[in-house]
């Protein structure tokens, strides 16, 4: 009996969850439309380029509204059983009101789950897809991912530093490049090449078109000329300029790696922290959601479809815009990295607990 009666109230939230998120993407879909439409109609680009850059954005598009086809689900159903009578019958039959709820929640956990997944996996690389059309493509931006830098310096592992007047992390070549390697503390040797190029069959760098000058104590320095000298400088390309953080079209993972490499360099890392947090709390926003959505019925005790459907529209942008400004005060350092990311969940949460107290649901 009690899994029947679980089993009826979650199968309510499927189609509502269904309908709301494919409305939510539709509505994000019209918003990029008007906002990239222009740059494809200057651009020139085909239907096809632009048919594909919208759906390399579904999954992104997806994950975001999750959390708001949840409120709406919650509302809807909710909201049905009490227009019902189901509500007072449930209660009248010694259900209690969070037994109720139950479904509905391990469905917003469900939901959370299928978001979390999608997230880490196809959603990122789909999303850099997409910007790579519409920035590189449309707008002609080579370098979007800004991987090219003048003027670098960079530790090459051991006593060995090279600077670079162009480092390009596109082709994995760098342009006016000295490389020093001290031994003991003292300069042994300095390579002063017109390029580099990174060769990944060996893991090495190859100099170009330069000399080589070895130091041996009080010595006269030997000079020699090359036209390709193969170093020892092992250190990769990707570790030495970090591409353009891109939230949206990076998984945890990927997160993790980057906070490595930046700590290696000594570089701040608050962006990627933050964001870290921010990614590992998304699926909590559809059980707060859900924790919201049952507050505001069981407060109102009476169900309007179209005001449900506008709530969850405003509420859930609401909410987003409240993820937002959490994360930018985490760039900032004014928010512990992980504040940054769990509060916005557990604000509303607690405000929806104290909503359901009110209401005497829990």
């Not at 086809?69 to 227009?83: E, I, S």
């Not at 104590?217 to 970090?242: C, H, Q």
């Amino acid at each position: 009996m009690k899994k029947t009666f679980y089993r009826y109230i979650a199968r309510g939230f499927w189609a509502p969850f269904g309908f709301g998120l494919g409305v939510f993407c539709l509505l994000l879909l019209f918003g990029s439309l008007f906002d990239k439409l222009n740059f494809f109609m200057k651009s020139g680009a085909g239907a096809g380029l632009f048919l594909k850059y919208i759906l390399y954005q579904a999954p992104y598009f997806i994950v975001k509204m999750t959390p708001m086809a949840t409120l709406l689900a919650v509302l809807f159903t909710l909201g049905g059983m009490m227009d019902k009578g189901e509500w007072k019958a449930g209660l009248a039959g010694g259900w209690r009101p969070l037994d109720m709820l139950k479904p509905l929640l391990a469905c917003a956990v469900v939901a959370g789950a299928g978001q979390f997944a999608l997230q880490e996996t196809a959603a990122p690389g789909l999303y850099m897809r997409a910007e790579y059309l519409f920035e590189g493509k449309m707008r002609g931006r080579d370098d979007w991912q800004r991987l090219v830098r003048k003027d670098v310096a960079f530790s090459a592992g051991g006593e060995a530093f090279v600077t670079a007047k162009v480092f390009d992390g596109r082709s994995r070549s760098m342009q006016g490049v000295i490389a020093s390697v001290y031994k003991n503390g003292r300069l042994a040797l300095e390579i002063n090449a017109a390029s580099a190029v990174w060769r990944q069959a060996d893991s090495r760098w190859d100099f170009q078109d330069g000399v080589t000058i070895k130091y041996n104590g009080d010595a006269r320095p030997e000079l020699a000329k090359f036209s390709e000298y193969r170093s020892a400088i092992s250190v990769r390309p990707e570790d030495l300029v970090l591409e353009k953080l891109v939230p949206d079209g990076i998984s945890l993972s990927e997160v993790l790696r980057r906070v490595r490499r930046l700590e290696a360099v000594g570089a701040p890392s608050a962006a990627e922290r933050t964001l870290l947090w921010v990614k590992l709390a998304a699926p909590l926003a559809n059980p707060a959601m859900a924790l919201i959505g049952a507050a505001m019925v069981l407060l109102a005790k009476k169900n309007n479809r179209y005001f449900s459907f506008g709530l969850a529209t405003g509420f859930g942008f609401f909410f987003w815009a409240v993820i937002i400004m959490s994360q930018e005060a985490g760039n900032a350092e004014l928010l512990h990295p992980a504040a940054a990311g769990l509060a916005p969940a557990l604000l509303f949460a607690a405000v929806s607990l104290w909503g359901l107290r009110r209401a005497r649901a829990v």
